[in-house]
T-cell receptor
């Protein structure tokens, strides 16, 4: 079945450092979504990418969808303590179901 | 605006007892509905999804079942809970191919 892997599993950074998480799908995706889950909370939608090679920015966050639509990345510039949480990608292969990645847990040290 | 409700927020149940978790959505029609389970410190496992009333797709064979008796109501059930059923259960809705909105979740501990 379809699998979505994320690396790294954990990342500790000093406040102000950059952070990147990578997402890789075993199958081609029709679109990919990114979510953030704060400790003890539920996932909250960040963004959706649809087009091959698409790049979108939200303030300090940059999202990219690979040319083959099988991988994606999230890059945070100059992390802040408010960025703490687990970041998930979720891929839709066109069947209305989303397979979530394994997640990257980010800890920001002040 | 759309709202998603889940209850209860926390639940402690003995092994072998039944389970019923309810999720309701307000402010939208014919949403796609999803049930996920998240083990502590882990990712989200898709359990069931539904694209319409009475239409349920099961992703993981187990002792759980789901039903959608009304357009905006999604129920997760079990006849006999196992220890391995413990986890954080999340309901979500979406318009097809758009973002998912998650409910607050139910933390289930099976003892």
């Amino acid at each position: 079945g379809q699998q979505v892997m994320q690396i790294p599993q954990y990342q500790h950074v000093q406040e102000g450092e950059d952070f990147t998480t990578y997402c890789n799908s075993s199958t081609t995706l029709s679109n990919i979504q990114w979510y953030k889950q704060r400790p003890g909370g539920h996932p909250v939608f960040l963004i959706q990418l649809v087009k091959s090679g698409e790049v979108k920015k939200q303030k300090r966050l940059t999202f990219q969808f690979g040319e083959a639509k099988k991988n994606s990345s999230l890059h945070i510039t100059a992390t802040q303590t408010t960025d703490v949480g687990t970041y998930f990608c979720a891929g839709d292969s066109g069947t209305y179901k989303y397979i979530f990645g394994t997640g990257t847990r980010l800890k920001v040290l002040a | 605006s759309q709202t998603i409700h889940q209850w209860p927020a926390t639940l402690v149940q003995p092994v072998g007892s039944p389970l019923s978790l309810e999720c309701t959505v307000e402010g939208t029609s014919n949403p796609n509905l999803y049930w996920y389970r998240q083990a502590a410190g882990r990712g989200l496992q898709l359990l069931f999804y539904s694209v319409g009333i009475g239409q349920i797709s099961s992703e993981v064979p187990q002792n759980l079942s789901a039903s959608r008796p009304q357009d905006r109501q999604f129920i997760l059930s079990s006849k006999k809970l196992l220890l391995s059923d413990s986890g954080f259960y999340l309901c979500a809705w979406s318009v097809p191919r758009y973002e998912q909105y998650f409910g607050p979740g139910t933390r289930l501990t099976v003892t």
